[in-house]
């Protein structure tokens, strides 16, 4: 028995979202005119998850952003995008997730979408890596 728990994996699964924010998308905010990025994860099977990466004040920059679920990797939609915001202080977040009033994704703000396969096994499988670059709509 102690032979079987040694070669167990742990459940659960990660999905990181490395989500670059290019000079040209950067350029449309400032202190005075911050932008909210967002990254949204859309599990088969699980509902929706939507975490703050960054508050956008004029620099470009890369940020990551993860998910965590039980069980194995299951097909993945990730969106991200900006949101205008204000008050906030400048640079990456935590990736907290937003619970209340979550905006949506609209097609006139900078955004970017990756997927990635599930059906994942092995004790590797249970994690997967992305990279997105915002684009002006």
Do not use: H, K
């Amino acid at each position: 028995m102690l032979l079987a728990l040694a070669l167990a994996c742990e459940t659960g699964n990660e999905v990181r979202a490395t989500v670059t924010v290019p000079a040209e998308v950067a350029a449309a905010y400032s202190p005075s005119t911050q932008g909210l990025l967002l990254v949204r994860f859309r599990s088969e099977g699980a509902d929706a998850v939507l975490r703050e990466g960054a508050v956008l004040c004029g620099d470009a920059g890369t940020f990551t952003v993860s998910d965590f679920g039980d069980g194995g990797l299951s097909a993945t939609t990730i969106d991200a995008w900006i949101e205008p915001v204000d008050g906030r202080a400048c640079g990456p977040l935590a990736g907290d997730p937003i619970e209340e009033d979550a905006p949506l994704l609209g097609a006139d703000e900078p955004q970017a979408r990756a997927m990635i396969e599930g059906g994942r096994g092995g004790c590797e499988g249970n994690t997967a890596t992305v990279s997105l670059e915002l684009a002006l709509p």
